[in-house]
């Protein structure tokens, strides 16, 4: 999933999602099924046969993870997938997308350069350094009392611990091995 939800103009929501199954002829009534699911889920049914330019960004990008989870892949991939959403949206998009995955088991790589949006969302931080690229610091990220909602560790004490770790991570010289 991409930073911009290079969603098709000429194709409705529904058409959109189902693109992958589409391509791979995996259009089975179970796929059907569970795509619908999701599209409800995410109360984007009543917009199901509406163009991309007649949906939010929030909506739009509910509609490509929709279109990601559709081919039931292992390891989900987001290259900053919140980027081109303004705050408030990317805060909702986030904790709902976070919920969606956090159900689904899945395993996610997020690519991000917010530091707070990486605390809120993940359970394990891989802190990288610039080119040429190597770790820099694995940090597990936890909370007391097993709090996964995004809004809700940023609303936490311990979330500002966890925040200042990772900025003095950042901040230090490390040489590669």
Known sequence: MFQRDHLFEWRTLYQNVMLGPELHHQQTPQTISRVKQMIDFYGLKDFSDSTPSALSGGM???AALIRTLA????LLLLDEPFSA???QTRLDVTDDIATLIRRTGKTVLMVTHDLSEAVSVADRILVLSGRPCCLKADIPITFPGQITSPVKRREHPHFSVLFNRVWKELKKDHECE
């Open 60 to 62: 739009r990008q509910r």
């Open 71 to 74: 081919m039931e892949p292992s």
């Open 85 to 87: 959403l303004d705050y």
